[in-house]
């Protein structure tokens, strides 16, 4: 038995590696997977999709490469499909229409893996060795993180869909597809406690439950080297909604039960559960197995088809937004912007993924394809700096956003459109701000 | 109280870990293999059961009368590659770790990267919960915690009251005398990496009743499960289950008292202070086992 201990130890040592690679942070949504990927690090998709057209006002000519990675597996992957599927739609669409510079757009696009250690040396690959025209950003914060050095190495416009954590986004060519202002710890807190204001005092206590991951971590407590910027933690109290509760947890963590029962203990009146992907759900679920029930949840970027997954159990659950297809909002817009949610529709449920609305990362990922598109031909060519500088002067015109502009005084984040939206009857609804909302919030259930 | 109900929740929860150790557990001990490929056959379990109660309608439970069989057979398989190419005990984790990443990937292409939960019609379960007196008992991992008992009592008479049982001991503590015997250690194997296959089925199946899948979901598992290996004793039938337990409930109590950030922490320490004190774990089994 004691020749077994070395073994035991290098397994052990082998092990918390993985367990510790095996973490994922970042920007929750559900998801959809073509199951077509290609396994970490390789090419998954390098196509104009729609033969380039030679009728007249197609595109012609040698294709425009975009290089760029997605986390199609690994743990980010349930979220970073759906990237990969608005994408290709996208890119399927502007072949299919006058392309890129009148150009096709061929869209290189690698599996990271949702490896933050490779995101680095997979850009340098795609622009040093490959030598794509353009490159978009991966999904997910940290990666995003990673690739920006490279762009701003080689000087590369880097648009990127997901990144909330504005602060830290320094390269002045890099544009946020999705804004939260260029304060989302002071924005998303006060967001919340204006519309808990509208609920005429009803709720007075919270329970903040928080992913120890960098941008929940962000918006519940600030930077993590300087404690002196608020955040949810300052924020709430000063508005008046005592913390009852205040409970980080670990990504991956597993223990929701015990979660719940500090929760029951402390009995607030709002749980708020900045976490990501599944870990409302998993939350939610403990709770409903103690027999609490909070009168009100919020969950800041939870993975929606999973929330909605559960039925009556998470009816009344608010969430954070910056697009939802409630036909009311698609009634107000533009006929395309039906048209592109059926057929984002249409793949996803080809796909055979659970949840097929066009939103919030749907919505991230055509605004960030449409800032690199706008800013290619606004510039007039595949110069960078003239793409980045067309930006910076004219802003970007988006389907699912309206026009935005990019101050690098606040590193290109702009003015966030972001709304709460609720589970209401089984879908998801915007219930705020009053003037967006499709349906008034709903106040503590009984 | 809260604390109480803290350990409740873990201990049951790690019962289920255990349960996922067992099979690993028995493998390494007295096959000499240490079988990633187990946490594959777990996933894959997981997958099929929500695939066939979705889809055909099977009640979740019930679905292990198709799985269990299907993954013997694929357990009973990759043990008899590794005895086909006398796979050593080292290159046994490299190897199965190929085939976790295989597996992963197979998963990913078939079912998609997204979750997949059944829904509350077809898995009433999941919100179900016993309460005796002031204490919660959720379904899920009570039913983990009733299959966990029931495997280990099961493997613990096999080993000891069981021919087929006292020779994989003895194959466990010297390979060569024990073939000397007359021991067909080959068709042992096979059995019982068939048997721990079977339990990876169960296992899956009660994943899948208590929580959505991914196919990274191995990944998340692993570090404790081998936690709990090695804190149980390699081989050590009902040291796995108590080592579940233990880890399950120390971890809950330590969450609830200090924050969930903690658990992996005192539970990882637990396992370096075992390695240097107990390394062949922390309970003790009868002399010959």
């Given at each position: 038995?004691?020749?077994?201990?070395?073994?035991?130890?290098?397994?052990?040592?082998?092990?918390l590696v993985i367990t510790a690679c095996a973490t994922d942070d970042t920007g929750g949504s559900t998801t959809v997977a073509p199951g077509t990927t290609g396994g970490p690090g390789t090419t998954v998709a390098s196509s104009t999709t729609e033969a380039p057209s030679?009728?007249?006002?197609?595109?012609?000519?040698?294709?425009?490469?975009?290089?760029?990675?997605?986390?199609?597996?690994?743990?980010?992957?349930?979220?970073?499909?759906?990237?990969?599927?608005?994408?290709?739609?996208?890119?399927?669409?502007?072949?299919?229409?006058?392309?890129?510079?009148?150009?096709?757009?061929?869209?290189?696009?690698?599996?990271?893996?949702?490896?933050?250690?490779?995101?680095?040396?997979?850009?340098?690959?795609?622009?040093?060795?490959?030598?794509?025209?353009?490159?978009?950003?991966?999904?997910?914060?940290?990666?995003?993180?990673?690739?920006?050095?490279?762009?701003?190495?080689?000087?590369?416009?880097?648009?990127?869909?997901?990144?909330?954590?504005?602060?830290?986004?320094?390269?002045?060519?890099?544009?946020?597809?999705?804004?939260?202002?260029?304060?989302?710890?002071?924005?998303?807190?006060?967001?919340?406690?204006?519309?808990?204001?509208?609920?005429?005092?009803?709720?007075?206590?919270?329970?903040?439950?928080?992913?120890?991951?960098?941008?929940?971590?962000?918006?519940?407590?600030?930077?993590?080297?300087?404690?002196?910027?608020?955040?949810?933690?300052?924020?709430?109290?000063?508005?008046?909604?005592?913390?009852?509760?205040?409970?980080?947890?670990?990504?991956?963590?597993?223990?929701?039960?015990?979660?719940?029962?500090?929760?029951?203990?402390?009995?607030?009146?709002?749980?708020?559960?900045?976490?990501?992907?599944?870990?409302?759900?998993?939350?939610?679920?403990?709770?409903?197995?103690?027999?609490?029930?909070?009168?009100?949840?919020?969950?800041?970027?939870?993975?929606?088809?999973?929330?909605?997954?559960?039925?009556?159990?998470?009816?009344?659950?608010?969430?954070?937004?910056?697009?939802?297809?409630?036909?009311?909002?698609?009634?107000?817009?533009?006929?395309?912007?039906?048209?592109?949610?059926?057929?984002?529709?249409?793949?996803?449920?080809?796909?055979?993924?659970?949840?097929?609305?066009?939103?919030?990362?749907?919505?991230?990922?055509?605004?960030?394809?449409?800032?690199?598109?706008?800013?290619?031909?606004?510039?007039?060519?595949?110069?960078?700096?003239?793409?980045?500088?067309?930006?910076?002067?004219?802003?970007?015109?988006?389907?699912?956003?309206?026009?935005?502009?990019?101050?690098?005084?606040?590193?290109?984040?702009?003015?966030?459109?972001?709304?709460?939206?609720?589970?209401?009857?089984?879908?998801?609804?915007?219930?705020?701000?009053?003037?967006?909302?499709?349906?008034?919030?709903?106040?503590?259930?009984? | 109280?809260?604390?109480?109900?803290?350990?409740?929740?873990?201990?049951?929860?790690?019962?289920?870990?255990?349960?996922?150790?067992?099979?690993?557990?028995?493998?390494?001990?007295?096959?000499?293999?240490?079988?990633?490929?187990?946490?594959?056959?777990?996933?894959?379990?997981?997958?099929?059961?929500?695939?066939?109660?979705?889809?055909?309608?099977?009640?979740?439970?019930?679905?292990?009368?198709?799985?269990?069989?299907?993954?013997?057979?694929?357990?009973?398989?990759?043990?008899?590659?590794?005895?086909?190419?006398?796979?050593?005990?080292?290159?046994?984790?490299?190897?199965?770790?190929?085939?976790?990443?295989?597996?992963?990937?197979?998963?990913?292409?078939?079912?998609?990267?997204?979750?997949?939960?059944?829904?509350?019609?077809?898995?009433?379960?999941?919100?179900?919960?016993?309460?005796?007196?002031?204490?919660?008992?959720?379904?899920?991992?009570?039913?983990?915690?009733?299959?966990?008992?029931?495997?280990?009592?099961?493997?613990?008479?096999?080993?000891?009251?069981?021919?087929?049982?006292?020779?994989?001991?003895?194959?466990?503590?010297?390979?060569?005398?024990?073939?000397?015997?007359?021991?067909?250690?080959?068709?042992?194997?096979?059995?019982?990496?068939?048997?721990?296959?079977?339990?990876?089925?169960?296992?899956?199946?009660?994943?899948?009743?208590?929580?959505?899948?991914?196919?990274?979901?191995?990944?998340?598992?692993?570090?404790?499960?081998?936690?709990?290996?090695?804190?149980?004793?390699?081989?050590?039938?009902?040291?796995?289950?108590?080592?579940?337990?233990?880890?399950?409930?120390?971890?809950?109590?330590?969450?609830?008292?200090?924050?969930?950030?903690?658990?992996?922490?005192?539970?990882?320490?637990?396992?370096?202070?075992?390695?240097?004190?107990?390394?062949?774990?922390?309970?003790?089994?009868?002399?010959?086992?």
């Amino acid at each position: 038995m004691r020749r077994r201990a070395p073994v035991a130890s290098l397994i052990a040592a082998l092990l918390l590696v993985i367990t510790a690679c095996a973490t994922d942070d970042t920007g929750g949504s559900t998801t959809v997977a073509p199951g077509t990927t290609g396994g970490p690090g390789t090419t998954v998709a390098s196509s104009t999709t729609e033969a380039p057209s030679t009728t007249a006002g197609g595109p012609s000519g040698e294709p425009i490469v975009v290089g760029g990675t997605l986390a199609l597996t690994g743990g980010l992957g349930p979220t970073g499909v759906i990237h990969q599927i608005a994408g290709q739609l996208f890119v399927d669409r502007l072949n299919a229409s006058t392309g890129l510079l009148g150009r096709p757009v061929e869209w290189n696009l690698v599996d990271d893996a949702s490896d933050g250690a490779r995101i680095a040396e997979l850009y340098e690959q795609l622009i040093s060795q490959d030598q794509v025209d353009l490159i978009i950003g991966p999904y997910a914060t940290p990666n995003i993180l990673a690739a920006m050095p490279v762009a701003e190495r080689h000087g590369y416009v880097l648009p990127q869909h997901t990144s909330v954590l504005a602060p830290a986004m320094t390269y002045a060519c890099q544009f946020p597809g999705w804004s939260i202002g260029p304060e989302p710890n002071v924005f998303i807190p006060n967001q919340l406690a204006d519309a808990l204001d509208s609920l005429g005092g009803s709720v007075s206590t919270v329970g903040l439950v928080t992913n120890e991951g960098g941008s929940t971590s962000f918006v519940s407590y600030g930077p993590a080297d300087n404690p002196d910027v608020p955040a949810t933690d300052t924020i709430l109290p000063e508005r008046g909604y005592e913390i009852v509760a205040d409970i980080p947890y670990p990504i991956g963590n597993t223990e929701w039960g015990s979660v719940a029962t500090d929760l029951q203990d402390a009995d607030p009146d709002i749980v708020v559960i900045n976490g990501l992907g599944l870990e409302a759900n998993g939350l939610i679920e403990a709770m409903n197995q103690i027999g609490f029930d909070p009168p009100m949840v919020f969950a800041l970027f939870p993975a929606p088809g999973a929330v909605l997954s559960l039925g009556d159990l998470t009816d009344g659950v608010v969430s954070v937004s910056i697009f939802e297809p409630n036909e009311p909002i698609l009634a107000d817009m533009d006929p395309e912007a039906r048209e592109i949610t059926e057929e984002f529709s249409a793949r996803v449920e080809e796909a055979g993924l659970p949840y097929t609305a066009f939103e919030t990362q749907a919505a991230a990922s055509w605004n960030t394809w449409e800032i690199l598109t706008q800013g290619v031909e606004g510039a007039g060519s595949l110069d960078q700096q003239a793409i980045c500088d067309y930006l910076h002067e004219n802003g970007a015109d988006l389907t699912f956003t309206g026009h935005v502009d990019f101050d690098p005084e606040v590193n290109n984040y702009w003015p966030t459109t972001q709304v709460l939206k609720q589970v209401q009857g089984g879908e998801w609804v915007v219930v705020w701000p009053e003037d967006s909302a499709v349906s008034p919030l709903q106040g503590p259930a009984g | 109280m809260s604390e109480l109900q803290a350990a409740i929740f873990g201990a049951l929860g790690g019962s289920l870990f255990g349960l996922m150790a067992l099979g690993l557990s028995m493998g390494w001990g007295f096959l000499k293999n240490i079988n990633l490929a187990h946490f594959a056959m777990i996933l894959l379990g997981g997958y099929l059961t929500v695939d066939l109660a979705t889809n055909l309608g099977m009640s979740p439970v019930a679905t292990i009368v198709i799985t269990a069989p299907l993954l013997f057979l694929v357990g009973a398989l990759v043990q008899a590659g590794f005895e086909r190419f006398d796979v050593s005990e080292f290159n046994s984790l490299l190897i199965s770790y190929g085939l976790l990443i295989i597996t992963v990937q197979v998963v990913t292409n078939i079912w998609t990267a997204d979750y997949q939960r059944m829904a509350p019609d077809v898995n009433p379960l999941a919100a179900e919960s016993l309460r005796i007196g002031p204490f919660v008992f959720p379904a899920p991992t009570l039913l983990a915690a009733a299959f966990a008992v029931a495997l280990v009592v099961l493997a613990q008479f096999v080993l000891e009251k069981t021919y087929a049982g006292r020779a994989l001991q003895a194959f466990g503590q010297d390979r060569q005398i024990a073939s000397a015997f007359g021991i067909d250690h080959r068709m042992l194997g096979v059995l019982l990496a068939g048997a721990s296959g079977a339990s990876a089925a169960i296992a899956g199946m009660l994943i899948a009743v208590g929580e959505p899948l991914i196919p990274f979901s191995p990944f998340e598992w692993i570090g404790r499960v081998f936690a709990i290996v090695i804190l149980g004793g390699i081989g050590n039938v009902k040291g796995t289950l108590y080592a579940g337990l233990l880890v399950g409930a120390v971890s809950g109590v330590v969450a609830l008292a200090w924050g969930p950030s903690a658990s992996p922490l005192v539970v990882f320490s637990l396992v370096v202070l075992a390695l240097v004190f107990r390394p062949q774990g922390l309970f003790p089994r009868k002399a010959g086992h």
